[in-house]
């Protein structure tokens, strides 16, 4: 009797070890009702401005990867999206309580049996409104409890300004002040080249005014992929994106990526920190996207090179913003949103706390979207 129940205990020990080292892996068994589980988790309500105090963010027990998805674009190059519902889902199970919605700035003909447009050399692949629609409609039929939403304009061609200021409007006529932000959109992108991209020329930049005056006056961030360059020649394309810097110094810029590319992943890091410091000094309103698992794998791989980049990110905390750059192609999984989430978020948990709060909590994107401020907050660091 007494060896029965013996081999009972530890089967149900045996068990127990089993579920929670599957609570560990799979983040959306972590909705079960483990307490130490719920703790791991992060509310919306954690983040909500408000009077009462709050719980402080517990980096030991809270996930380390970006509360923000700040570089998500869903809707993929061509064939079918993953379904809206399905992306909600996503950002739940993974903790991110605030996503920035992009369509794409390089879409396929919808006739084209193409579904990425590197397979499809020729086949032309363009910005469009087609996007911003079918993310406005989504975002009205289906409103979430525990994400934040926001839409980002990705319609304009920079090579070809004429009507961008018209078309934000017919927008403001269909859904008034739903979007807030502007991109991705290519000023210059090497890997598209083949597709029909032309990339904006210095005369082309010039003519971005009318629409630019918009973005200034809503205080609307504009998010470039600006390819800084090429392995043989890191800097090529530097001076189109010091051109928009020059040209419109009162609008808020976002450059994607920090110029890198897979066209660019040999660059020396301290010349490119460099390059970045400087922008950032010489420009107040320019800010930096990390995403892209291309940078873990290219820049943040070696103990060196990452050290360098987490000094980098703690110099300037509040000038840095984070996402992972997933396109959701319908033949995608949750795992692949997953595992991209924890690359690109990997880094951040080599910050220091102040850098740890305003990139990985939001306090960078909650200052830089119009009226997200008034709602929003990141938690104080828990103090050990
Ligand atoms: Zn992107």
Redesign the pocket.
């Known amino acids: 009797m007494r060896n029965r129940l013996k081999i009972m205990c530890v089967g149900v020990a045996l068990i127990m070890m089993i579920v929670r080292v599957e609570a560990l892996d799979n983040p959306a068994s972590q909705s079960g009702s483990s307490t130490a589980a719920q703790e791991k988790r992060r509310s919306l309500s954690q983040f909500t401005k408000g009077d009462g105090t709050k719980a402080c963010y517990d980096r030991r027990k809270q996930p380390h990867t970006a509360v923000t998805d700040l570089?998500f674009?869903s809707q993929p190059f061509g064939g079918p999206s993953i379904p809206y519902k399905e992306q909600m889902d996503y950002f739940d199970r993974s903790d991110v309580r605030f996503v920035l919605l992009?369509g794409i700035g390089q879409q396929l003909p919808y006739d084209s049996s193409c579904t990425y447009y590197l397979d499809c050399i020729g086949t032309p692949a363009k910005p469009g409104m087609k996007n911003d629609f079918e993310n406005a409609a989504n975002y009205v039929e289906y409103p979430q409890d525990n994400t934040h939403v926001a839409l980002s304009m990705s319609f304009p061609d920079l090579s070809d300004p004429e009507g961008i200021a018209e078309r934000i409007h017919l927008l403001d006529d269909e859904y008034p002040s739903l979007f807030q932000w502007v991109g991705?959109l290519n000023l210059h992108k090497e890997a598209l080249r083949g597709n029909g991209h032309v990339p904006a020329s210095i005369e082309d930049i010039g003519r971005w005014k009318d629409f630019m005056l918009i973005l200034e006056e809503r205080g609307i961030p504009l998010a470039l992929?600006a390819d800084l360059g090429h392995d043989d020649n890191p800097t090529e394309h530097l001076h189109l994106m010091q051109e928009v810097l020059r040209r419109y110094p009162d609008n808020k810029i976002v450059w994607?990526h920090m110029g890198l590319s897979r066209e660019l992943v040999d660059m020396d890091p301290v010349q490119h920190i460099d390059l970045m410091s400087r922008h950032l000094d010489e420009n107040p309103k320019l800010f930096l996207d990390i995403?892209?698992t291309v940078l873990a794998e290219a820049y943040f791989d070696t103990r060196e090179k990452r050290s360098l980049y987490v000094e980098f990110f703690n110099a300037f905390p509040s000038r840095i913003l984070a996402g992972t750059?997933f396109?959701a192609a319908g033949n995608k999984t949750f795992e692949v949103y997953w595992n991209e989430a924890n690359i690109t978020g990997e880094i951040l948990a080599d910050l220091d706390d102040n850098a740890f709060r305003a990139i990985a909590l939001g306090q960078n994107y909650f200052d830089l979207a119009p009226g997200l401020a008034e709602k929003f907050e990141a938690p104080q660091i828990c103090r050990e």
């Open positions: 570089h674009h992009y991705e992929h994607m995403s892209w750059d396109v």
